[in-house]
């Protein structure tokens, strides 16, 4: 059964099993004044209302998103292509315009990949660049880390420390992460540190 766990008002998470990465990993249902928005969705809980737009962090996390009968799924311009061979039909691209829920989308290191900043929750949306605790591979305690470097392609962990330091500048109080733990306090201090 999915748990779902309500992380600030009008924010759910829930985690369910990937069976290619072997652990629980996090989706995420956020209440806007445009509608229900899910992040990343894998195994939607029962009961949660049909979701008006899906928002994708990058390719990989395509999981549930082409079965659900969401009016708009969003993605990176640089990621649609491999989203599509996986089945999803992205119709809005992220950088073309307003996200809905004034959801802001920064673009990473990492070919193809975009975190969110959810203004009202005070939360960053990360997929695969930033790791919690607890998460594969190399599971540390500290509360966030970057993902490895060979996951970055070309790009560093110096580019990608460069890519997420806007986030610095937002009133962080939650980093979200996919794998691993969320961070739900003090979530600007862990970003800081993995950034530095």
Same mark, same amino acid.
């Not at 990608?160 to 992460?177: A, E, G, I, N």
């Given at each position: 059964?999915?748990?779902?766990?309500?992380?600030?008002?009008?924010? &759910?998470?829930?985690?369910?099993? @990937?069976?290619?990465?072997?652990?629980?990993?996090?989706?995420?249902? !956020?209440?806007?004044?445009? /509608?229900?928005?899910?992040?990343? $969705?894998?195994? +939607?809980?029962? #009961?949660?209302?049909?979701?008006? @737009?899906?928002?994708?962090? !990058?390719?990989? @996390?395509?999981? %549930?998103?082409?079965?659900?009968?969401?009016?708009?799924?969003?993605?990176?311009?640089?990621?649609?292509?491999?989203?599509?061979?996986? /089945?999803? &039909?992205?119709? &809005?691209?992220?950088?073309?315009?307003?996200? $809905?829920? #004034?959801?802001?989308?920064?673009?990473?290191?990492?070919? #193809?990949?975009?975190?969110?900043?959810?203004?009202?929750?005070?939360?960053?949306?990360?997929?695969?660049?930033?790791? /919690?605790? #607890?998460?594969?591979? =190399?599971?540390?305690?500290?509360?966030?880390?970057?993902? +490895?470097?060979?996951?970055?392609?070309?790009?560093? @962990?110096?580019?990608?420390?460069? %890519?997420?330091?806007?986030?610095?500048?937002?009133?962080?109080?939650? !980093?979200?992460? %996919? =794998? /691993?733990?969320?961070?739900?306090?003090?979530?600007?201090?862990?970003?800081?540190?993995?950034?530095?």
């Amino acid at each position: 059964m999915t748990l779902v766990a309500t992380v600030a008002p009008g924010l &759910q998470r829930w985690t369910a099993w @990937h069976e290619e990465w072997k652990e629980e990993v996090a989706s995420l249902a !956020v209440e806007t004044d445009d /509608g229900l928005v899910v992040i990343d $969705p894998i195994d +939607p809980p029962r #009961g949660l209302a049909r979701p008006d @737009h899906v928002l994708l962090t !990058v390719f990989w @996390h395509v999981r %549930s998103a082409a079965s659900l009968p969401a009016a708009d799924v969003w993605a990176s311009k640089r990621a649609v292509r491999r989203l599509r061979s996986r /089945g999803a &039909q992205v119709t &809005q691209i992220v950088e073309d315009g307003p996200l $809905p829920g #004034g959801i802001r989308a920064f673009p990473t290191a990492r070919d #193809g990949e975009v975190v969110y900043w959810l203004p009202q929750q005070k939360a960053v949306v990360a997929g695969d660049v930033l790791l /919690g605790a #607890g998460a594969k591979p =190399h599971a540390t305690a500290d509360p966030l880390r970057l993902c +490895p470097e060979r996951w970055l392609g070309r790009a560093s @962990h110096d580019d990608l420390r460069t %890519s997420l330091r806007p986030l610095l500048d937002l009133p962080v109080q939650r !980093v979200l992460v %996919s =794998h /691993g733990e969320p961070v739900v306090r003090a979530g600007k201090r862990a970003l800081a540190e993995v950034l530095v």
